[in-house]
């Protein structure tokens, strides 16, 4: 019976998914592998690091991402002058009604379930390493009071792999802390001139695409289909087959860093949400293989 309910909830997620990758798809033409890599990532319970040239629709698939998701979000662009208050928050001092004086936390724009990092590497280390706790751990500390980040939480960043002038790379330890980096190249011919159909079709609506489409998924339902990852079986074959993967790569000999323990957990969890999206109850190596690079 408890099999048999897991296939039901399997089959309900599978096709709320489904819904959701049809909608995003609907806007953003001919990257299919892009949104399964993005999708997957989200139901993991991770964050992105999505790169690519200028006009690939990076923003755009973000954007689309969070009101497809219906997630509360929040865009942060990087630049130079980019403190980590102006990600975290900050505290201020006001006065109360009977004249004291205190401080009061007002909260940044990290505290959204989907917050799109535009162009980080343009801000500092610095202020990139003000997204390490929250990625992590969830929460922020700030002058030693915890605040809890919403449920989802997600960060989809992006990165622009041309121009390098005036930016800083993302240190290992940022880039530990995103699970997948998902990148976009040119769509096909064929999904550019649909692109270009639709959006004479809709006018100046299709720049903007909370106009075009609305939410199909709600936080709910993608913190469900998330528990059902964990669910998801996974024979001792296939943990075998991660295990070799991840520590062959420690000793490839065109690699100067193999995949980490940390990395090896994430790389499981990842091909349990693959699984989940392609609508079974179990990972096969063709899930892993759809995740490992």
Known sequence: MLFRSVIAQAEAATDTLRQARNALSAVIFGQEAILDHTLTTILAGGHALIVGVPGLAKTKLVETMGTVLGLAEQRIQFTPDLMPSDILGSEVMEETPDRRRAFRFLKGPVFAQLLMADEINRASPRTQSALLQAM????????????????????????????????????????DRFLMKVLIGYPS?????????????????????????????????????RALTFEVQVDEAVIE???????????????????SPRAAVMLLQAAKALAVLRGRTFVSPEEVQGVFL
């Open 136 to 175: 992590q751990e969830y929460h922020v500390t700030i002058s030693g009071t915890r605040y809890d980040l919403p449920r989802p939480f997600h960060v989809l960043a992006t990165q622009n792999p041309i121009e390098q002038e005036g930016t800083y790379p993302l240190p290992e330890a940022q880039l």
């Open 241 to 259: 087959y991660v295990l070799r993967l991840v520590r062959k790569s420690r000793s490839h000999a065109q690699l100067s860093l193999g995949c």
């Open 189 to 225: 011919e064929s999904a550019e001139k649909s692109m270009l159909m639709s959006m004479h079709a809709l006018g100046a609506r299709s720049a903007r695409p909370a106009e075009v489409i609305r939410a199909v998924v709600s936080p709910r339902q993608l913190l469900q289909a």
